[in-house]
């Protein structure tokens, strides 16, 4: 059958085949090699509540009543490839927020990038929602969100999460079919991410916005909260802005070979796919939020179909940090990275 024939079908034959075109698309996986947690991480915050597989393969990040967890990558990179296998929790998960993200925020407190993928939890029986976005330049007061559903469970099984950052675009993936792609233009400026980034991953107590504008928080009856990381990706140009004298890490080769590897490439297939989950799936986009943005900003290209689609959304404002623990990293003073940003929950 082919991947692409479903579109004059029933409702739930629909449901069925839109999941069957996914899977078509990401059959062919990129070529990554992996590393184990010691090769390329090392633990955030969270202490006992980051438990390494004995192979040093995996982890997990556990949330309780008393702190979350997060381990950061070893270097910074000037562009790259992130990439993990993660699994999220199950059953009751408002409140909740698993990160997986890329910051300097620790290095440029007042001029810092960032590119997210961020899984927002929900009550029993309700889908995992998650956003993606990105600052550049300490562009806090331009919040680039993105929301969507998924058409699976993410806490049942394993699925690769991906984000592509090069000098030219940014793309995110989810089991390798791109779901957003963010292409440089000179209007951007320099609210494009371009300093070097650390590559995080954490879950904390997000209580306060992350289900319904935080109408419904964290309920630690079902603690511990159990998110799990494996097959861990991370290629890239090593940089590291803060060393008085900076190595050569960084090669044009480095840039070059990031540049034209398959992940960097969205095939006629992918484009496809990608055209499909955002249809379907996303529920809200910063480019037709007329309340925030009256004048669109200069990356967005509006989709005439996609702007029907879309309504004035809501103001209801929250913040916060991707680090909920209260310990600090010991790491040349990378602690907690607090985001001063204002948004708005669409959900509301």
Known sequence: MDCLCWWSVSKPLYLLLFSYFFSCTAKAAFNLSTISFDEGYSPLFGDGNLVRSPDGRSARLLLDRFTGAGFISSRMYKYGFFSANIKLPGYYTAGLCVAFYTSNGD?????????????????????WRFQTNLYGNGSTSHGREERYRLWFDPSKEFHRYSILWTAKTIIFYIDD????????????????????MSLYATIWDASNWATSGGKYK???????????????????????????????????SDIARLENADYATI????????????????Y????????????PLPECVIIPS???????????????????????????????????????DPDM
Do not use: W
């Open 107 to 127: 290095v440029f407190k007042k001029t810092h990038d960032e590119l997210d993928i961020e899984f927002l939890g929900n009550t029993k029986g309700e889908p």
């Open 177 to 196: 079919v791109p779901i957003r792609e963010v292409i440089r233009n000179e209007e951007m400026g320099s609210e494009f991410p371009s300093k070097p």
């Open 218 to 252: 964290v309920n630690y009856k079902y603690a511990p909260f159990v998110s799990e990381f494996k097959d861990l990706a991370l290629e890239g140009c090593p940089s590291d802005p803060i060393e008085e004298f900076p190595s050569f890490d960084c090669h044009e």
């Open 267 to 282: 095939t006629r297939r992918q484009r496809s796919a990608m055209r499909r989950f955002r249809q379907r799936y996303m």
């Open 284 to 295: 809200y986009s910063y480019c037709y939020d007329a309340l925030r943005y009256p004048v």
């Open 306 to 344: 996609e702007k029907e689609r879309f309504r004035d959304t809501g103001r209801l404002k929250f913040g916060g940090s991707h680090q909920g623990g209260k310990r600090r990293s010991r790491r040349r003073g990378r602690g907690r990275v607090q985001a001063s940003t204002l948004e708005y």
